[in-house]
């Protein structure tokens, strides 16, 4: 799927073809499916699966990589470098403008290294997250990096959810392509070609089935006709569908919409192993609170007095022995003399007030700062 | 004669000198430091001084309604596509090719007898197959945005068929168009009015964007009372980041440093900031008011009950307010159900408009339309020209060529200033290329921000309303010119439904566009015409 380099050296008839594959590669995912996307608990470590899948696929592409980078450089004539340029055109290396004199292999040889080099070794693709790996691999594979690269999960995880939820929700699927795409698609680009693809393959058997939660199918946009907030019952009490009205938390409202390709999502397909899913787009929406939560300030002359904020703690210093009444008294004590000497007034300091920064003490009387310390001297 | 030596220790914060961050911050970790200093200042003081505890008041609330019953309830929806939705924004790219699709396979099961009504059109990418019927050919797709543009050509646009069949059955679901429009072509902003009871709230200029209470004036008062419930909160100490502690001594938030944000004129809101915490900071107190959005708030009767059982009467200062609507009472607060981050489409339309003195004319430069940008120059562009001040070979003749025109660029459409004893306008033009044979017209201008509103209705021959020239008042234009985009936005209203609507937004700009159009020019170093 060498899209980009393909459509230069195509020409003629084949341009269509071309043109409709790369379309075909755009309205696909470009980044994988988490299992948190899928609903699924996710992995805090990113520890899943689908990553250490990842990791083997990028390993593995990464040797096949190397193979043929010894390949193109051991093609010293024109019968051994004929297979290995087939090979090297999977990969979108072509030589330019189509040809094939001089030394292609070699030239390919060099694009080859330049991929390996900007790409990161087997051992340093372990520490790469998973959009690190799908960087990788998409980066490795095609020569701009616009390739999608999906996960695989278990074929079962999607057929049995959707067999689950589709009973009793039949057929509303079917409406969202028509009543909710196309208002999201006008705002979300990845769903915009999605709506092109469909529209393309109306007709023709290629359009993607869909499958939503029972939540969307029910109610696509949330709404709530029953609910009608200026409705002269309604009281601050009453909440919105989508909140908790014991706890005033907003329940999980993830819509999750699956679409899948043409048998992908039929329940009655028995078969079994892995779907690759790739997630289309994400977004998260506001709704606004029928009640807002205004405020309104004035002023009030505060006292100035303040209840001490200071408490004290008294705690034994052997960890084993009750703290006695002497020991408490003592305590008390001690912490009322340390607070006396915190509390030495400027006029008691003499020469030392010297040192005592005043920015901070406001110069009234009864708070006894001078501000003029050497003026009395 | 004796002595006696008194010797005190004192324990001080130690003085960051090396650090004047840290210095701001004051961090103190002794608490019986701060428990001395308190003692010290006089806050143990005594004093019959009270503190607020209970706040009752009153609640009034007024919804806010719209003249036109086909705009969206603004009680309920967020004030932006209120204002600024257009008559066409149900049709969007999705439901004008499906509904154009599915008129046209109406159209063709309803032929008989074997014969196709000629609605097939080529497949994108495809071979070019026969036109369509001469009577279906204006209802081809032209105009569709981005991603969907090659499609143009290829699908029939239900928008277009609508307009001239919008009885047939397929166009059922669609709604009833808005009557009001707020867009003011020749101002290049929105208007717009509502009602709550007896007051008028008149938004004007609106640039397009983001609004709240301060987009609205307004003018009569909204005296009727429609809910009253006698409420009561308990007051708190009013709290911002920064905000001065009650206490001197008491620890406050280090992270925030009011004396560090730097006032000036373009920083009400700081100024005033800083005011309130270098005055009387630490007196002000705040009560929750809860209110019904969609509508305005208005405070009656507010009385404070303070720790004494004494009741005191609160009323707005007569001459000053931060978030009070000009026209309203002191004591209303409107309450628009705001979204803050709506989904935005890819802009859709870009013009740059900028007045040009020396020609004592307006440009308006389409730099992108469909969402795609679009080439503002192409084939006009100006032949390469010889560097200023090159040197001519002694002996040399310099060779000239006429040109009657030079500087021609796509998408630059021109507005001529049009001086009328009572008003001053400028009138949408068009660019005329003299070089050819004959002379030709550019193409005219493709943006929807560069169309004035249709005055009349359709002909009821199905024939469109004329179209007037887009006009544009002289005070619409910044000296430093004008960015105007058109983008695709979709919010929820308070009920979860999704609004979605095409917005229009003006931006000044920092530099005008430059236009190099000259006429009966001598170019140095061509080829003299024969």
Redesign the interface.
């Known amino acids: 799927m060498q899209a980009g380099t393909t459509a230069k050296s195509a020409g003629g008839p084949g341009?269509?073809?071309v043109?409709?594959l790369q379309?075909i590669l755009?309205a696909l995912p470009r980044s994988p499916a988490t299992p948190a996307n899928l609903g699924l608990i996710g992995d805090a470590k990113d520890n899943s699966p689908q990553r250490s899948e990842l990791l083997d696929r990028y390993q593995h592409l990464r040797a096949v990589a190397l193979s043929l980078r010894a390949a193109l450089a051991g093609a010293l004539d024109d019968a051994a470098a004929a297979p290995v340029l087939q090979r090297a055109a999977a990969w979108g290396l072509i030589p330019a403008d189509g040809r094939e004199e001089g030394q292609p292999a070699a030239d390919l040889g060099g694009m080859m290294s330049t991929r390996l080099d900007h790409s990161p070794t087997s051992s340093a693709a372990g520490d790469l997250t998973v959009d690190g790996l799908v960087r990788a691999i998409a980066e490795l594979a095609t020569a701009d990096g616009r390739y999608p690269v999906l996960t695989r999960f278990p074929r079962s995880l999607i057929t049995e959810g959707r067999q689950r939820d589709l009973q009793g929700a039949s057929g509303a699927a079917n409406a969202l392509d028509?009543r909710w795409?196309?208002?999201?698609?006008?705002?979300?680009?990845p769903l915009?070609?999605l709506?092109?693809h469909q529209?393309?393959n109306?007709g023709n058997g290629g359009v993607w089935s869909l499958w939503s939660d029972p939540v969307t199918l029910e109610n696509p946009?949330?709404?709530?006709?029953a609910?009608d907030?200026?409705s002269e019952t309604v009281t601050?009490t009453e909440t919105?569908p989508?909140v908790d009205a014991h706890t005033g938390q907003v329940k999980d409202s993830h819509a999750r919409l699956y679409y899948g390709a043409p048998g992908a999502l039929d329940v009655e397909d028995p078969t079994t192993g892995e779907v690759a899913v790739g997630l289309f787009d994400f977004?998260?929406?506001?709704?606004?609170?029928?009640?807002?939560?205004?405020?309104?300030?004035?002023?009030?002359?505060?006292?100035?007095?303040?209840a001490?904020?200071?408490v004290l703690l008294a705690i034994p210093a052997n960890a084993q022995r009750r703290l006695k009444d002497q020991d408490l008294l003592d305590t008390v004590v001690e912490?009322r003399r340390?607070?006396?000497?915190?509390?030495?007034?400027p006029h008691?300091?003499k020469g030392?007030r010297a040192g005592?920064?005043t920015i901070?003490?406001?110069d009234?009387e009864?708070?006894r700062v001078d501000l003029n310390p050497w003026e009395d001297e | 004669m004796g002595s006696s030596t008194q010797k005190?220790?004192?324990?001080?914060p130690h003085?960051p000198y090396r650090d004047l961050q840290k210095g701001f911050h004051?961090e103190v970790h002794?608490?019986?430091?701060?428990?001395?200093?308190?003692?010290?200042?006089?806050?143990?003081?005594?004093?019959?001084?009270?503190?607020?505890v209970e706040?009752r008041f009153d609640p009034d609330e007024i919804?806010i309604e719209h003249t036109d019953p086909t705009v969206p309830d603004p009680?309920?929806t967020?004030p932006e596509p209120v204002v600024e939705a257009e008559a066409d924004d149900w049709w969007?790219?999705?439901?004008r090719?499906?509904l154009g699709?599915a008129y046209m396979a109406r159209k063709e099961a309803a032929e008989s007898g074997g014969k196709t009504a000629g609605t097939a059109l080529p497949?994108?990418?495809?071979e070019p197959g026969p036109a369509p019927k001469e009577q279906f050919a204006r209802y081809v797709a032209t105009d569709l945005p981005h991603?969907?543009q090659?499609?143009n050509g290829h699908?029939w646009d239900g928008l277009a068929l609508f307009r001239d069949h919008p009885d047939d059955p397929v166009f059922s679901v669609v709604p009833n168009p808005r009557n009001t429009l707020g867009w003011r072509s020749e101002q290049l902003a929105y208007d717009a009015d509502f009602e709550a009871k007896n007051a008028h709230l008149a938004m004007r200029r609106h640039d397009g964007g983001a609004m709240d209470w301060y987009s609205v004036d307004a003018d009569g008062s909204a005296s009727a009372r429609c809910r009253i419930r006698d409420t009561y909160v308990m007051?708190s100490?009013?709290r911002f980041p920064g905000s001065p502690a009650?206490?001197?001594w008491?620890i406050e938030d280090q992270r925030v440093d009011i004396g560090g944000y730097p006032p000036d004129r373009g920083h009400l809101a700081t100024l005033l900031l800083i005011e309130l915490v270098m005055g009387?900071g630490?007196?002000?107190?705040?009560?929750?008011?809860?209110?019904?959005?969609g509508s305005i708030?208005r405070?009656t009767n507010?009385r404070?009950r303070?720790s004494f059982d004494d009741i005191?009467g609160?009323e707005p200062a007569p001459d000053w307010s931060l978030f009070r609507i000009a026209g309203l009472d002191p004591c209303d607060?409107l309450?628009w159900?705001?979204?803050?981050?709506p989904?935005?489409?890819?802009v859709l339309e870009e013009v740059l408009v900028g007045v040009d003195e020396d020609a004592n004319l307006v440009w308006a430069v389409e730099n992108r339309l469909n969402g795609r940008d679009v080439p503002t120059t192409g084939d006009l562009a100006d032949p390469p020209q010889p560097q200023t001040g090159e040197p001519f070979q002694t002996g040399e003749t310099p060779e000239y060529r006429y040109r009657v025109q030079r500087g021609l660029r796509n998408h630059w459409h021109p507005y001529l200033l049009e001086d009328r004893p009572d008003q001053r306008m400028f009138i949408q033009g068009r660019v005329a290329n003299l070089e050819g044979q004959d002379p030709q017209l550019l193409p005219e201008a493709r943006a929807h921000l560069l169309q004035a509103r249709p005055t009349t209705r359709p002909h009821a021959d199905g024939r469109p309303a004329a179209t007037p020239i887009h006009r544009l008042q002289p005070t619409a234009i910044p000296a430093t010119g004008v960015r105007l985009l058109r983008r695709?936005?979709?919010?929820?209203?308070?009920?979860?439904?999704?609004v979605?609507w095409t917005e229009r937004s003006r931006q000044p700009l920092k530099a005008i566009p430059a236009n190099r159009l000259g006429f009966d020019a001598l170019e140095v170093g061509s080829q003299p015409d024969t």
């Open positions: 341009d269509a073809f043109e409709r379309r755009a028509e795409l196309p208002v999201v698609a006008a705002v979300r680009e915009a070609r709506e092109i529209l393309e109306e946009f949330h709404t709530a006709p609910w907030p200026r601050k919105a989508w977004w998260s929406e506001l709704v606004p609170d029928v009640v807002q939560d205004a405020g309104a300030g004035f002023a009030f002359r505060a006292p100035p007095a303040r001490p904020q200071a912490a340390l607070a006396r000497v915190r509390m030495v007034d008691q300091m030392m005592l920064s901070l003490l406001d009234e009864r708070n | 005190f220790r004192r324990l001080d003085p004051a002794d608490p019986l430091y701060c428990l001395g200093m308190q003692y010290l200042l006089g806050e143990h003081q005594g004093s019959d001084a009270s503190t607020p706040v919804p009680s309920a967020p969007t790219p999705g439901r090719l499906r699709r497949a994108p990418g495809s991603p969907y090659h499609l699908a007051p100490r009013l009650p206490r001197w008491e009387i630490d007196d002000w107190f705040t009560f929750p008011v809860q209110g019904r959005t708030l405070l507010v404070i303070d005191w609160v607060l309450l159900p705001t979204v803050t981050t989904l935005r489409g890819r695709t936005k979709l919010v929820r209203d308070i009920h979860g439904i999704p979605l």
